[in-house]
């Protein structure tokens, strides 16, 4: 197969998809997506799916907002149920996060977010089964929730497809074709090509080995991530997303009334081959699982784990992503987004789509800078004004 297009997208996961979707939304129809399975297929389905707008890196902040505008405005943006549904989203701090969570909230608001300041007896009506007493203050995002990553792919695509974007699924691109310092196109597994004037390079927890043999090193580890699904024992009903950031946990509902956990404590991740990895929580990941849970939500009468599973985060060194012309001219890279991906996917999008078409963003909230893959030789990180103990790395 031989086939030209303005733009060649590889990688059909989330950001791939979103990146399509986002450059029909400009106009940019003439591309094609190259997946080597199926959209969404990677670590997309992964994804925990948590929608907040909670962090300290008011460019990341800002993404975020734009994802959840996007997300709120689903079916008339998409004409399908994506699954986001608007829980709300709690998070709760000890002592020492105070003040770096009352100036990141002040930091948020000033980029758009909705978010505020609500007292201990706010989150007992909302989690009445939660123990509270470490918590010294917390923050409250009303339009939080969370959502599906494979249904947000698969709506991008169809979008972006029916707009005119050319979906390749089965299609594995096995290199860059190069001229001189210029990317002109990739080539396929199976032997064929796809000639482009600009590649975009969505690859996930694959990026670092594709770039590597063009002498293009994108700085990412791959971190194992475990979720464990839990049945509380008593009947829910609607519960905001809780992020605990004492005991660095976070806890979500499932909508058909199990709860999903997730472990907020990054000082011990696991580097992983995300194509060898043991697919659901290790033994000593479910004694935390337990203890954790336990120790937060003693109200559950008689809680009970149902089901796990693990998926891969593309880490960079500061835990934010890539987004960058890289490298070669043509090239623009997506990738390393830490666990950050599904949130702000629709902004992603539109920032690659900005950079093909215009060279720079065109949202002032998101500067194109703070995402160039040249921060990492500088020394120049993206890192948040408001760290937490113990948490940092994700807020």
């Known amino acids: ?51 907040r707008c909670h962090y300290g890196v008011s460019s990341l902040a800002a993404m975020a907002t734009v ?31 105070v003040d770096s969570m009352r100036k990141s909230l002040a930091a948020q608001r000033a980029v758009g977010v909705q978010t505020e300041e609500i007292d201990a007896a706010d989150v007992a009506r909302m ?25 947000t792919a698969q709506a991008f695509a169809v979008t972006a497809r029916s707009a005119g974007v050319r979906v390749r699924q089965s299609t594995a691109v096995h290199r ?28 996930g927890a694959w990026t670092r080995p594709f770039l590597a043999r063009h ?13 464990v699904l839990i049945d509380p024992g008593v009947e829910l009903g609607p519960r905001p ?24 404590d990054l000082s011990d991740d696991q580097e992983a081959d995300p194509d060898a990895y043991l697919d659901r929580a290790t033994d000593a990941f479910v004694d935390i699982t337990v203890e954790k849970v336990g120790t937060r939500f003693p109200g559950f009468p008689d809680a009970s784990i149902t089901s796990s599973y ?15 012309r890289a490298g070669l001219d043509g090239l623009v890279v997506a990738a390393g987004f830490s666990g950050h991906g599904f949130k702000i996917a629709p902004a992603v999008g539109r920032l690659v789509a900005d950079l093909i078409v215009d060279g720079h963003s065109a ?16 020394g120049d990180l993206l890192r948040t004004p408001y760290p937490y103990v113990g948490a940092g790395e994700m807020r």
Request: aromatic share 10%; charged share 20%.
């Open 1 to 51: 197969m031989s086939e030209t297009a303005d733009v060649v997208i590889v990688g059909g996961g989330l950001e791939g998809a979103a990146a399509a979707w986002a450059l029909a939304e400009r106009g940019v129809t003439n591309v094609i997506v190259a997946e080597r399975h199926t959209v969404g297929s990677g670590m997309t389905g992964k994804s925990s799916g948590i929608v």
């Open 67 to 97: 994802g959840l505008e996007v997300f709120e405005k689903a079916e008339e943006i998409f004409g399908t149920d994506i699954g986001f549904r608007q829980t709300g989203y709690v998070v709760g701090v000890g002592e020492p996060n």
């Open 127 to 151: 989690w009445p089964f939660a123990d509270l007493t470490p918590f010294a203050a917390f923050g409250w995002e009303p339009r939080g929730g969370y959502g599906d990553a494979h249904q």
């Open 310 to 324: 693990a998926g891969c985060y593309d880490v960079t060194p500061d835990w934010n992503p890539v987004i960058s």
């Open 215 to 227: 002498g293009i090193d994108v700085p990412i580890r791959v971190v194992c991530e475990q979720i």
């Open 241 to 264: 997303v809780f992020s605990d950031l004492v005991s660095l946990q976070y806890i979500r509902p499932e909508p058909d009334g199990t709860l999903l956990f997730g472990n907020s």
């Open 363 to 378: 949202d002032p909230r998101i500067p194109e800078t703070d995402f160039r893959l040249s921060r990492f030789a500088e």
């Open 176 to 203: 860059l074709i190069t001229h001189g310092d210029r990317v002109t196109g990739v080539a396929l597994a199976d032997g064929g090509e796809l000639w482009a004037e600009t590649v975009v390079v969505a690859t």
